[in-house]
């Protein structure tokens, strides 16, 4: 699986930006997609999930501003980010989680792929 996101850039507080993520390989459709963002130096951290059954969830310091969807026609994840904050400055990354379950025997595969991150970019 190889995912390609896009859509960052410099934009003013108070402002929209909008990513996406295209996915090729893989069954795009069976995925929980997700935005992460990682401050340099820390670990990433969860700003958004959809589930594969479309059910979105966010970090609550994006709750009533951003919004996550997805076009399984298109294998594409967005993340429209709208009231955007200079602390919103930070590389985000999209991910594809995916767990598939065996009963003979019992097994449990898990898949995990990264985008290769988009800049975003907040002014005071």
């Known amino acids: 699986v190889q995912l390609q996101a896009y859509g960052g850039g410099l934009v003013q507080a108070g402002g929209s930006l909008r990513l996406s993520c295209v996915a090729s390989g893989g069954t795009f459709s069976d995925a929980d997609m997700a935005w992460y963002r990682q401050d340099p130096g820390k670990g990433r951290d969860l700003v958004a999930l959809?589930?594969?059954?479309?059910?979105?969830n966010y970090a609550d310091s994006v709750k009533g501003r951003f919004s996550i969807s997805r076009d399984n026609n298109k294998n594409t994840v967005f993340l429209q980010m709208d009231g955007l904050k200079p602390e919103d400055t930070v590389v985000y990354y999209c991910?594809?989680?995916?767990?598939?379950?065996?009963?003979?025997?019992?097994?449990?595969?898990?898949?995990?792929?990264w985008g290769q991150g988009t800049q975003v970019t907040v002014s005071s």
């Open positions: 991910n594809w989680h995916h767990i598939d379950w065996t009963d003979d025997p019992p097994r449990k595969y898990e898949y995990e792929y």
């Open positions: 959809i589930t594969s059954s479309g059910r979105p």
